[in-house]
């Protein structure tokens, strides 16, 4: 990774001001357009499209997550925030991702907070002990 690192070229490379010139604006306005469009407050997507990986599978290569919708927040620089969202039918986690305009974050958190307190997806770890003297409650 370190020796395609430093051959992937400067910060002058076409390669790269092609992208940030041209590309990642390009993203950010079809967002952009979509939300003001359609009136939306965020996109709301599962965090993967597939299931989660086993502790044990190992892991994706560099770039792995290329075709995963949670590269928008990376592309556009627009908060994304990660909820949990309940357990596959072998009890892996799942999450879902409210992706929303610049300066949203406010709402993001209002809009994961209410999904949060009527899905009540969200379990305490099984195999995670409390600390000596820590209380946790579950609402």
């Known amino acids: 990774m370190l020796k395609r690192e430093a051959e992937s070229g400067g910060l002058d490379d076409f390669r790269y001001t092609s992208v940030r010139d041209h590309a990642l604006p390009m993203v950010r306005a079809i967002i952009e357009g979509i939300l003001a469009s359609q009136k939306l407050d965020a996109l709301v997507y599962p965090t993967l499209p597939t299931r989660p990986p086993l502790i044990t599978a190992p892991p994706n290569p560099p770039g792995g997550t290329a075709g995963t919708p949670v590269n928008l927040a990376n592309l556009t620089g627009f908060p ?4 949990p969202a ?3 039918g072998d009890e892996l986690p799942v999450a879902l991702s409210f992706l929303g305009p610049a ?3 406010a709402k993001l958190l209002a809009l994961g907070y209410s999904f949060e307190q009527a899905t009540r997806a969200r379990r305490l770890p099984v195999h995670t002990p409390r600390l000596p003297g820590e209380s946790i409650q579950v609402p």
Do not use: Q
Request: glycine share 10%; charged share 20%; proline share 0%.
């Open 80 to 83: 994304d925030l990660i909820v």
């Open 103 to 105: 300066f949203s974050e």
């Open 86 to 88: 309940g357990f596959t």
